[in-house]
């Protein structure tokens, strides 16, 4: 069984940067990790996914050229995926959520967990 545990959050003024960090234990590369956030009063969103060996990188249009995501997977059974987030906006305020399954396809092109695990959550605030 997975467990996800996000890092990383903050309060950042707007045209700055963060970087998240989700922490996997007993990750494979099997299964497909993704960044979802959910702002006050709007339904959750995916917002970025890294899958399989060759770590293949998917965004929503939103975040495309503003947000990067990244695998470090050197030790065998655990694995750290980061969200590099530049350019910020106060659009981008949201609580930050990694999720992994093995439905890979689902989750990355679809942003859809199905038999999927969760973290829980980490704030960001895009504000002056």
């Known amino acids: 069984q997975l467990q996800l545990v996000e890092s990383g959050g903050g309060l950042v003024q707007p045209g700055g940067s963060l970087t998240l960090s989700c922490a996997v234990s007993g990750f494979t590369l099997n299964y497909a990790i993704a960044w979802f956030r959910q702002a006050p009063g709007k339904e959750r969103e995916g917002v970025s996914c890294?899958?399989?060996?060759?770590?293949?990188?998917?965004?929503?249009d939103s975040v495309k050229g503003r947000f990067t995501i990244s695998r470090d997977n050197s030790n065998n059974s655990n694995s750290t995926v980061y969200l590099q987030m530049n350019s910020l906006k106060p659009e981008d305020t949201a609580v930050y959520y990694c999720?992994?399954?093995?439905?890979?396809?689902?989750?990355?092109?679809?942003?859809?967990?199905?038999?999927?695990?969760w973290g829980q959550g980490t704030q960001v605030t895009v504000s002056s």
């Open positions: 890294i899958s399989g060996p060759a770590a293949d990188e998917y965004y929503a």
């Open positions: 999720a992994a399954s093995q439905l890979r396809f689902s989750l990355c092109i679809h942003f859809r967990v199905s038999e999927g695990y």
